[in-house]
């Protein structure tokens, strides 16, 4: 059993910076790709980016430029560097093992104009 755990939200301003981790535990978790996702309030969960084990990135195109995701196979966590937020990245943000059905419980994110 696969147990994800996501820390590193809170309230920041917008053009601030935040860094969520996600630590596994219970896998192997180098040969997972993980990702992030957030769901804001009223909407629907949506992708923000995914690393392979390998380390290949992917991004969705609001998040270009401006997140960077990573990840340390020895700690067995995943990261995302959020830059220059705005209010509209305010989400619970989820770290996931992409297309493996694990979920981490969310971490909020709130960025303040």
């Known amino acids: 059993q696969v147990q994800l755990v996501e820390s590193g939200g809170g309230l920041v301003q917008a053009g601030g910076s935040l860094r969520l981790s996600c630590v596994a535990s219970g896998g192997i978790f180098s040969f997972y790709p993980m990702g992030w996702y957030r769901q804001a309030p009223g909407k629907q969960r949506d992708l923000v980016a995914t690393?392979?084990?390998?380390?290949?990135?992917y991004y969705a195109d609001s998040q270009k430029g401006r997140f960077t995701i990573s990840r340390d196979n020895a700690k067995n966590t995943v990261y995302l560097q959020m830059n220059s937020l705005k209010p509209e990245d305010t989400a619970v943000y989820y770290c996931a093992a992409v297309g493996l059905g694990y979920w981490g419980k969310g971490t909020l994110v709130t960025v303040s104009s």
């Open positions: 690393i392979t084990g390998g380390g290949t990135t």
